[in-house]
């Protein structure tokens, strides 16, 4: 009996011991578990990606010489007019032809000017599934959303722009010149390429390699991504791969 009377009179004791035990375990700081990124953040890192690829590399085209003495994006000349301009330089007219190379790439440096506001709307309408797949994907997916997304409304406010700025150029009256002068040899095949078009399409590739340009470097090279966001969100593409 004194035994069960001493144990009553110790377990009060023991519960305060143990409440203040408790007490003093609440007072210790549990280090914050950082957040998950989030689909928002995922969205918002691949547009300023996008944004920085507009930015830094398709505002290089609007340059004076910005495709002419740019190896990756350069308008050559196509199959149909390559014939023109080899004939024409085997007769001692390669002055005439050169200018007709580089009148193309003045004409598409003077459209890039009208693709800003075009980009930028894609991009704000990234939506998030959009996002996380393109995040996880190769390294142009980015650039790959932003053509399917813009290449028709590109060609519609390019086309013409490239009209308009062939006749800037004088690439029009140039390249009559050429193309009469070639039509006028006898038996060779007349031709009539229709210029607007094909400077157009290739002013859009041109727009879209330097895009992915910058995406390649982000993707892979630590030191481009320049913000924590950027850092942040290609760390998860880091993991990944």
Not at 3 to 23: D, E, R, Y
Not at 114 to 128: C, G, L, Q, R, S
Not at 230 to 238: E, G, S, V
Request: aromatic share 6%; charged share 25%; net charge positive.
């Amino acid at each position: 009996m004194k035994k069960i009377i001493m144990l009553l009179l110790f377990v009060p004791i023991i519960a305060t011991a143990q409440l203040g035990q408790l007490k003093n375990i609440s007072k210790i700081k549990v280090p914050k578990i950082p957040k998950l990124t989030t689909v928002p953040d995922i969205s918002a890192g691949l547009k300023e990606a996008l944004n920085n690829g507009i930015t830094k590399q398709v505002s290089k085209l609007t340059a004076e010489d910005g495709f002419y003495k740019n190896d990756l994006v350069k308008i050559l000349l196509p199959s149909e007019l390559q014939k023109v301009d080899r004939t024409l330089r085997s007769l001692g007219m390669s002055s005439l032809a050169d200018e007709g190379l580089k009148v193309l790439n003045r004409a598409a440096e003077d459209a890039v000017k009208e693709a800003t506001p075009i980009f930028v709307d894609a991009v704000k309408n990234m939506t998030f599934a959009d996002a996380k797949t393109i995040l996880m994907g190769n390294e142009n997916s980015a650039t790959s959303y932003l053509e399917s997304a813009t290449s028709t409304a590109l060609y519609d406010k390019f086309s013409p722009v490239i009209a308009t700025s062939l006749e800037k150029v004088n690439a029009d009256k140039i390249w009559g010149q050429m193309i009469n002068k070639y039509n006028s040899i006898p038996l060779v095949k007349k031709v009539s390429p229709d210029l607007k078009d094909y400077v157009t399409k290739e002013t859009m590739k041109g727009v879209f390699k330097m895009v992915a340009v910058e995406e390649k470097e982000i993707r892979v090279n630590l030191k481009a991504r320049t913000s924590p966001l950027l850092q942040n969100i290609f760390a998860m593409q880091d993991k990944k791969l």
